[in-house]
């Protein structure tokens, strides 16, 4: 095809980008997920590329090699995600530098930056269940608090408005 060498090399030329964007962003970041999600964008390149090349030369060469490569790559995601959920309970972060305890028991751990602390887990205030007075200690619904008395609810307290009392 005399006029298809232009669009030919459209088509590499964006799975070359695909691909390099996910080998940077593989590259650079650290959360587990993100570092499958650019796996996955370099293998779109490659793809990509080869259903280009399979396009330009007239043959189903690389439709068939992508479509089976995206079958594999669905397998993968599905066992890949399964694995981080298993990772995170474990250690409740997707950071690889935690990680380092995953290697074989001689191997000793390789740390290119130190490993920060994960965070105790913060307590945040509650707020005030709804019908009871602000500021006043609170027990689980229908029991009486320390006092020995019911707590009054908003329904038993006294009202202000902004014009006074309507009882004048």
């Known amino acids: 095809m005399p006029g298809s060498e232009p669009v030919l090399n459209n088509y590499l030329i964006v799975g070359a980008l695909l691909f390099t964007l996910?080998?940077?962003?593989?590259?650079?970041?650290?959360?587990?997920?993100v570092m499958f999600l650019c796996a996955?964008?370099?293998?779109?390149?490659v793809s990509l590329t080869l259903v280009a090349f399979g396009s330009?030369?007239?043959?189903?060469?690389?439709q068939v090699f992508s479509i089976f490569s995206l079958s594999?790559?669905?397998?993968?995601?599905?066992?890949a995600l399964a694995l981080f959920v298993v990772l995170f309970k474990?250690?409740?972060s997707l950071d690889?530098?935690?990680w380092q305890d995953l290697r074989e028991p001689d191997q000793p751990a390789i740390l290119d930056e130190p490993v920060a602390e994960t965070p105790d887990e913060q307590h945040w205030p509650h707020l005030t269940p709804a019908g009871?007075?602000?500021?006043?200690?609170?027990?689980?619904?229908?029991?009486a608090s320390h006092h020995g008395h019911a707590r009054?609810?908003?329904?038993?307290?006294?009202?202000?408005?902004?014009?006074?009392?309507?009882?004048?």
Do not use: D, K, Y
Request: hydrophobic share 40%; no cysteine; proline share 7%.
């Open 22 to 33: 996910g080998t940077i962003g593989f590259l650079t970041r650290r959360n587990l997920i």
């Open 40 to 45: 996955e964008l370099m293998l779109q390149g």
């Open 56 to 62: 330009f030369h007239g043959t189903w060469n690389g």
């Open 72 to 79: 594999l790559a669905a397998a993968e995601a599905g066992i």
């Open 90 to 92: 474990r250690n409740h």
């Open 96 to 98: 690889v530098s935690i």
């Open 132 to 143: 009871l007075l602000p500021g006043e200690p609170h027990a689980p619904q229908g029991h």
């Open 152 to 168: 009054p609810t908003l329904a038993q307290a006294p009202v202000a408005t902004a014009g006074g009392s309507h009882g004048n």
